[in-house]
C-alpha cells in the first residue's frame, strides 16, 4: 500500500507544466534516474520513510532553502520557503522532531514568514528544544571564507538527525553556483550578488552518516549530483548548472514547493495523520506570506499570487488532490452504494 499512494503522489508531483522558453520534458527523465536510485520505488514514499526512521521526538532535522539573489530577487522566491515550511511542520506535529531552518540571512524574512504562516513558530532554538515550541533557524556567514568553521559548529551544536534541502542551489564540477539557465551565481563571471555555498552543509551530514533528501527542479538543487550524469545529459547546459552535491534520496519535481508537499503526503499516510496535510486555504496563506515578506515569483520577479509561473489557486487544488488521494487510501476499503 505506500507504494500505491506513493506512485500516485509521484505523479502529481512530476505534473510539468511551464513556459516553453524554461528548460522542458526534463522531468521524466531526471524522476526516472532518481527512481533508479531510490531501488526502484517511489521517490517521495522513500524520502517519508528515512524521515520517519531516522527522526523522533526531540531529534533536530535541519530544513535548508533559499534561493535568488540581488538584483532580481534579492530576498528569494517564493519556490522553497513554502514547501520548506510545509514539510517543518509535518516533521514538527508528526514525528516530535525540531526543524531549524538552515540559510543565507537574505533569505531568512520569507522563511520564517512562510513558517508562521503554516503555524510554526519560529524560535531561539533553546526554547523550541527545551520546549518544543517550533522551529528555529541558523543564518549563514556572509563570507564564503567562513563557512567550513561555521558548518562544523553547527553540527557541533545542533547534533541533527537528518537533513532536508528544497530549493537550495549547490555548487557544479567547477566549483560554481548556477541558475536553472546556467548563469553562475558565484565565481569571477557572476552578474549576481551575495550567493553563499552552504552546499558543504549536507556534504558534511553524508560524510557523518546521517540521513538528506534532496528537493528540486532542475538539477542544480542539493542531492541532484545523486542523479549528476542524468542531469547532465537531461538539462540545457547541464554540465554548467549540474550540482556535484549528493543525497540519500532526490526528489524532482515541477516545482521544489510541490516535492515538500508530496513528502508531507506521504507522511502522512504513514502516520495514518491525515489532518496533518496542510489545507488549500493554508497554502493560500502561506505563500501570500512569503511573497509578502519578500520572497518574489521567480518567473516574472512580482509580488503577484504565482509561483514559478504558476497560478497560486494552482498550488492549492494540488493540495487538495494530494489531500484526497491520502484519505481515501487510509479510509475502509468499499464499493459505495451503487457498485
Not at 519556490?79 to 520548506?84: I, Q
Not at 513558517?115 to 543564518?139: C, T, W, Y
Not at 558565484?186 to 555555498?197: A, K, L, R, V, Y
Not at 552552504?198 to 546521517?210: C, H, K, L, P, S
Request: a negative charge; glycine letters at 12%; hydrophobic letters at 40%.
Amino acid at each position: 500500500m505506500p507504494d500505491f499512494v506513493g506512485e500516485a503522489i509521484d505523479r502529481l508531483v512530476t505534473i510539468e507544466a511551464k513556459n516553453r522558453g524554461m528548460p522542458h520534458g526534463i522531468l521524466l527523465p531526471m524522476y526516472d534516474a532518481a527512481r533508479r536510485a531510490a531501488g526502484g520505488r517511489p521517490v517521495t514514499m522513500v524520502a517519508a520513510e528515512g524521515l520517519k526512521q531516522h527522526l523522533g521526538r526531540g531529534d533536530v532535522v535541519f530544513v535548508m532553502t533559499g534561493a535568488g539573489y540581488e538584483p532580481t530577487m534579492p530576498k528569494g522566491e517564493s519556490d522553497g520557503p513554502p514547501g520548506a515550511a510545509a514539510l517543518a511542520r509535518i516533521l514538527y506535529r508528526g514525528l516530535g522532531a525540531i526543524p531549524v531552518f538552515v540559510n543565507e540571512e537574505c533569505h531568512a524574512d520569507p522563511i520564517v514568514a512562510s513558517s508562521e504562516a503554516a503555524g510554526l513558530m519560529v524560535k531561539p532554538f533553546a526554547q523550541a528544544r527545551d520546549r518544543h515550541l517550533g522551529a528555529a533557524i541558523v543564518n549563514a556567514p556572509t563570507r564564503q571564507s567562513e563557512i567550513k568553521s561555521w558548518i562544523a559548529r553547527l553540527f557541533e551544536d545542533y547534533k541533527p538527525k537528518a537533513v532536508v534541502s528544497a530549493e537550495r542551489l549547490g555548487a557544479g564540477a567547477d566549483g560554481n553556483v548556477h541558475t536553472a539557465t546556467g548563469l553562475p551565481l558565484t565565481g569571477p563571471d557572476s552578474q549576481f550578488e551575495g550567493c553563499i555555498d552552504i552546499g558543504d552543509v549536507v556534504t558534511e551530514a553524508n560524510r557523518r552518516g546521517i540521513f538528506s533528501v534532496g528537493i528540486g527542479d532542475h538539477g542544480n538543487e542539493l542531492g541532484f549530483g545523486t542523479i549528476y550524469d542524468a542531469v547532465v545529459k537531461t538539462m540545457p547546459k547541464g554540465k554548467a548548472l549540474a550540482t556535484v552535491v549528493k543525497t540519500d534520496v532526490v526528489v524532482p519535481a515541477m516545482m521544489s514547493n510541490w516535492g515538500c508537499y508530496g513528502i508531507e503526503g506521504c507522511l502522512a499516510f504513514l502516520l495514518r495523520r491525515p489532518e496533518l496535510i496542510h489545507t488549500p486555504e493554508m497554502e493560500k496563506r502561506i505563500v501570500q506570506a512569503c511573497l509578502d515578506a519578500g520572497g518574489l515569483e521567480a518567473m516574472y520577479c512580482t509580488t503577484d499570487f504565482f509561483v514559478d509561473g504558476l497560478d497560486g489557486e494552482t498550488s492549492m487544488a494540488f493540495m487538495q488532490i494530494l489531500s484526497n488521494i491520502v484519505r481515501k487510501n487510509l479510509e475502509p476499503p468499499g464499493t459505495g452504494l451503487t457498485h
